[in-house]
């Protein structure tokens, strides 16, 4: 058998493909962006017309996937975990309405916070919706679960999450690839009330879901992807969660784990397996990569029955990406570590890029700043987030996508005069917008700057919603013509900035400055595409 | 058989082009490879890591646990001490001894050589220079997996198939002067340790 080195990430496109996609939609975010990448640079992908443009947010690319499903196609929608938060109102609705076309929905959690503001553990929301959530191990199972998992989609009429890490989407490994198949046709519900959540209808549709459950409970226990391992020593009982299980056997490569094994790769919780290992083992470990879901679940409140031991307890650490060394020392196995880091390694934190528009952005707002006190910059997630470490620490606020335009907004609502936002262009477009609309509505005094370097850099450069209509965006929302600017972060068009800025703080309303270079790195790539389309 | 790697550098420097080739090369000669990269935040100028893990047998953990690394490979010096607790007793640490200074506190460079030199098995070599000595300044990271070659255990021949694999698409040209990178580094390394 042929094995293909893929990403998890990719290994998760390449089986949404076989598995018989019409549509994956989604937006940026590490650690799930490289599977929407990976469809839309694959060539079967490309023949068949597979939809695989960015949506402008997680709700849009949520609500888009459940409308091919709607039609009676499978298809795909991919986020991060943060992203989740965004969608989640098409989420948890979407399990109450259910599906036609298999849907599944790809979430990439980021424990230790890699590249994300927070560890949130999306397998909670998948418990909360009420449907099977798979968890690979591997890259192999990762492509099994998603070739596999439009079906158990169509089966149970619901939407079915695959939940991986950063660990897993950024790791490669062989794959072996199945048989591809069809695409489904285009088709109207055999119920048309199925996808109208009126109360009278909802309610309906939710003890159908509710019903569902015990279906759900029975694919767990039968899945194959949930095993139970014998072992000799019953003194302990092992339980572990998709990527923790690979730790787990990391420290028994030489030999075999003593202790009875469960391996839990499918949700909901397969009830008589977790049974089974209670009832033979003394004590319980859990390992699970995120938070601790199960052994929270599974701790005894009053501590009289079995001892469960994990995250809670300090078995394993609280927060932060699992390793194998957590594992071995949680199993009283301590790492031969022979070397420490020496003292005088300094840490080395992403920076912005030499020669980016954002630092000519920063260098001009601190100007300004120095002038009127610090404490006033809203900013957001992107790039210019890096703006809030040395030797800028301009920025005082980055949240969530959007946030900046309506936190200002709240501050400027209490009194807080002046106050600046500093937004990128595609996260302006992912959620911005609208807080925009609050302020003018109000005609709030806000100072917004949009950083538009014309692309979604922070995820390596996908095109951003944002491109060629910023300007009009601006003004359908209401923005006053005189108010909006636009200027070329260049260090000689620092005092042009500096008194734009000025000007546009003495306005009482809202005013936009867009800030326009594209990413140098964007340009570098595209030199470097020219360049190699010349030389072939 | 096993080679547990840690491959280390900054963002932006291009360590992932030498696990590219060493997997191009190992996939389907009946190895196992797992390969875990940094994308994201850190790929701006930060600190980046890429654990790469070639077995005859299959491989658990996509990370190496600490101790068990065979081969430290850095393309930058200090970044190479950053990741030594993964190094195992026996282990081997191989650093490009070209600086990448992007830190107002980065330390002195004669303290991180200090560092590098109080290590029983390391090759330090300048990467950058015997790249453009073949005449392709962009081959540096292949000198570098030239330079740990001897201490892993898959053949120049195969490593050698790997890059062609990598580097076809630009031709023949740019083929030969990486995989002449690769050699020119393995001299190196040889002769160091002699």
């Known amino acids: 058998m042929r094995k293909e080195l893929l990403l998890g990430a990719e290994a998760v496109g390449q089986a949404a493909i076989d598995g018989g996609i019409s549509g994956v939609y989604a937006y940026p975010g590490t650690p799930s962006t490289e599977i929407t990448e990976y469809i839309q640079a694959n060539k079967v992908a490309k023949e068949k017309g597979i939809n695989s443009f960015w949506s402008s947010n997680e709700k849009t690319a949520y609500e888009e996937a459940l409308g091919m499903s709607y039609a009676g196609k499978r298809a795909m929608v991919c986020m991060k975990h943060v992203g989740l938060n965004v969608a989640a109102d098409a989420f948890v609705n979407s399990a109450i309405t259910g599906i036609r076309g298999g849907l599944v929905v790809t979430v990439a ?111 767990a226990e039968n899945s194959s992807y949930n095993q139970y391992i014998e072992g000799d020593d019953k003194s302990l009982g092992i339980i572990c969660c998709g990527i923790a299980f690979n730790y787990l056997n990391e420290n028994y490569i030489e030999k075999k784990c003593p202790y009875p094994v469960l391996k839990i790769s499918q949700y909901p919780l397969p009830e008589k397996m977790i049974r089974k290992i209670e009832g033979e083992c003394d004590e319980l470990l859990v390992i699970e990569e995120g938070y601790p879901l199960l052994e929270e679940l599974l701790k005894d409140f009053f501590l009289k029955g079995t001892k469960v031991s994990g995250r809670l307890d300090g078995a394993l650490p609280r927060a932060g990406e699992l390793t194998p060394d957590h594992v071995g020392v949680a199993l009283g196995l301590r790492p031969p570590v022979e070397y420490k880091i020496p003292e005088i390694v300094a840490n080395r934190p992403p920076s912005l890029c030499q020669g980016c528009g954002h630092q000519d952005v920063y260098q001009a707002l601190n100007e300004v700043v120095a002038d009127v006190g610090e404490g006033r910059v809203f900013s957001d997630i992107g790039c210019y987030a890096l703006g809030a470490l040395p030797p800028y620490e301009t920025i005082n606020t980055c949240v969530d996508m959007g946030a900046s335009v309506t936190m200002a907004k709240g501050a400027a609502d209490a009194g807080l005069f002046p106050v600046f936002t500093v937004i990128g262009d595609s996260t302006f477009t992912h959620s911005g917008i609208t807080g925009l609309l609050d302020a003018v509505n109000e005609n709030v005094n806000i100072n917004v700057i949009i950083v538009d370097n014309e692309t979604v850099a922070m995820t390596g450069g996908q095109e951003s919603s944002a491109l060629g209509n910023l300007e009009s965006i601006c003004l359908g929302v209401g923005v006053d013509p005189e108010h909006l600017k636009v200027v070329v972060p260049l260090r000689k068009n620092h005092n042009q900035m500096v008194s734009m800025i000025r000007e546009e703080m003495g306005y009482d309303g809202v005013s936009v400055i867009i800030a326009r270079r594209p990413c140098i790195q964007k340009v570098a790539r595209e030199k470097k595409k020219i360049k190699a389309q010349k030389e072939s | 058989m096993k080679a547990d790697i ?170 030969n002067s990486n995989i002449e990178a690769f050699r020119s580094g393995k001299d190196y390394a040889t002769k160091y340790l002699k």
Not at chain 2, 9 to 31: D, K, M, P, R, Y
């Open chain 2, 6 to 175: 840690i491959l280390a550098g900054v963002g932006g420097q291009g360590i992932l082009s030498i696990a590219a080739a060493l997997g191009a090369a190992t996939l389907n000669e009946g190895l196992y490879l797992k390969q875990a990269e940094t994308h994201g935040m850190s790929q701006r100028g930060g600190a980046v890591v890429s654990h790469l893990r070639i077995a005859d047998y299959p491989i658990a953990s996509d990370l190496i646990p600490l101790g068990k690394a065979d081969i430290i490979i850095s393309v930058e010096p200090m970044e190479s001490l950053r990741y030594l607790p993964y190094l195992s007793e026996t282990g081997f640490l191989v650093t490009n001894e070209v600086i990448f200074e992007n830190i107002p506190n980065y330390p002195l460079s004669e303290k991180i050589f200090g560092e590098i030199k109080k290590l029983t098995n390391f090759v330090a070599l300048n990467a950058e220079q015997l790249a453009r000595d073949v005449g392709n300044p962009k081959a540096s990271n292949m000198v570098m997996l030239g330079a740990s070659s001897p201490f892993i255990e898959i053949s120049s021949e195969i490593i050698e198939k790997g890059i062609a694999k990598v580097f076809e698409r630009k031709g023949n040209l740019v083929v």
């Open chain 1, 109 to 219: 959690d980021d424990p230790s916070m890699h590249s994300s503001q927070n560890e949130q553990d999306s397998r909670f929301y998948g418990k909360f919706a009420m449907i099977p959530v798979l968890e690979p191990s591997n890259q192999q199972e990762a492509y099994d679960m998603v070739y596999d998992g439009f079906e158990l989609s169509e089966k149970t009429g619901l939407p079915v999450m695959l939940r991986i890490t950063t660990r897993l989407a950024h790791s490669r490994a062989g794959v072996v690839k199945k048989e591809p198949k069809k695409e489904d046709e285009v088709s109207i519900p055999e119920n048309l009330k199925q996808f109208l959540l009126l109360p009278a209808f909802a309610r309906k549709s939710y003890v159908k879901l509710l019903g569902k459950q015990g279906q759900l409970a029975e694919l």
